[in-house]
């Protein structure tokens, strides 16, 4: 008896000890995040000020929103290169909308609705056609910029003067907090409350964590990967509205830009595999934090562009290579060749 209860008594001690110094990614992201900003604080003159810290909050704000949509998308073993072409050409079709007569917000409506359809599309080429996601997107954010060009004939679009709603989510502030900072956040959250709450949640996870066995289990997984991508495409366009908000208007150019690549670093850096199943809101979150400081010093800093993007591709690469160590794919994800 004192034996057993010797040996049990060791096992309940050593077992929360266990869990409590357990390292993960994402709480090396953290730390990290947190080194950096004592850093930057400390040796940047310019970084604690009020309107840098406002600048880092509102940037971070639109690169977390679009995230959060490529996060949800990645977690079901997928992923969206349509992002930045939906989220410019679909605010940019509102807006010349709204320049044709309509009310911005019936635009607004209207674009969404175009947004939906082309994130339908893409779920469609994918669960249906079978083209492998990062053939399917790469091609559709193609044909959705190469549209938007040849519809506008512009390379920016102003939004029209006097939209006080859409002024306040750009630079309002509510104690002190960005309002597009609030939306961010209540986006995060209604997403990872969607993601471990409700059935279609954990069908997303299911899917991703093996789709040939949830399909023989008899879930419903073309739906699934077709509603992804629609709401992929949809938390897109918001992105765009609260970037409208910020500058006034939408440079369909940043298709162009590096944009997206920052958002798989922000996915892949926070600790979401590309494997499938793994991963949530919270991962998005820290990565956001991380890249956002490390953008936002570098800028300061006086980084060129150039020497932005290689310093950030060498980060992704490394963080790609990392979640390929930690999380091998499986003989399925290498037959299907889906990623």
Request: glycine residues 12%; contains cysteine; proline residues 3%.
């Amino acid at each position: 008896m004192a034996a057993g209860s010797g040996t049990s008594a060791a096992d309940a001690s050593s077992r929360p000890s266990g869990r409590r110094f357990k390292i993960t990614q994402e709480g090396v992201v953290a730390a990290i995040a947190v080194v950096l900003f004592i850093v930057f604080s400390i040796s940047l003159n310019n970084f604690l000020t009020q309107g840098n810290l406002l600048t880092l909050l509102k940037n971070v704000a639109i690169l977390g929103t679009l995230a959060v949509g490529m996060g949800f998308i990645v977690v079901g073993r997928g992923i969206d290169l349509t992002m930045v072409a939906v989220m410019v050409v679909g605010v940019a079709f509102s807006i010349w909308l709204s320049s044709q007569g309509f009310g911005f917000g019936q635009a607004l409506l209207i674009g969404a609705g175009l947004v939906a359809v082309c994130g339908f599309i893409t779920g469609f080429l994918i669960a249906v056609a079978e083209v492998p996601p990062i053939f399917a997107t790469l091609a559709m954010a193609s044909v959705v910029y190469g549209g938007g060009r040849v519809a506008f004939n512009s390379d920016v679009l102003y939004a029209p003067p006097g939209v006080g709603w859409l002024t306040f989510i750009g630079s309002g502030t509510v104690a002190g907090v960005p309002v597009s900072v609030l939306i961010f956040v209540g986006l995060a959250a209604l997403i990872a409350l969607f993601l471990r709450l409700t059935r279609f949640g954990r069908f997303v996870y299911a899917t991703g964590d093996n789709p040939q066995a949830a399909r023989t289990m008899g879930l419903p997984t073309r739906p699934v990967i077709i509603s992804q991508y629609v709401v992929s495409a949809l938390i897109a366009y918001s992105a765009g509205i609260l970037l409208t908000g910020l500058v006034s208007g939408i440079n369909t150019r940043l298709y162009n830009s590096t944009l997206i690549y920052d958002v798989l670093l922000v996915v892949v850096l926070g600790g979401i595999s590309l494997s499938g199943g793994q991963g949530g809101v919270r991962n998005v979150l820290v990565g956001t934090v991380l890249v956002g400081i490390l953008i936002n010093g570098m800028t300061i800093l006086n980084f060129s562009f150039t020497s932005q993007n290689l310093i950030k591709s060498v980060i992704l690469l490394a963080a790609l290579a990392l979640d390929a160590v930690i999380n091998p794919r499986d003989e399925q994800t290498s037959q299907s060749g889906d990623i």
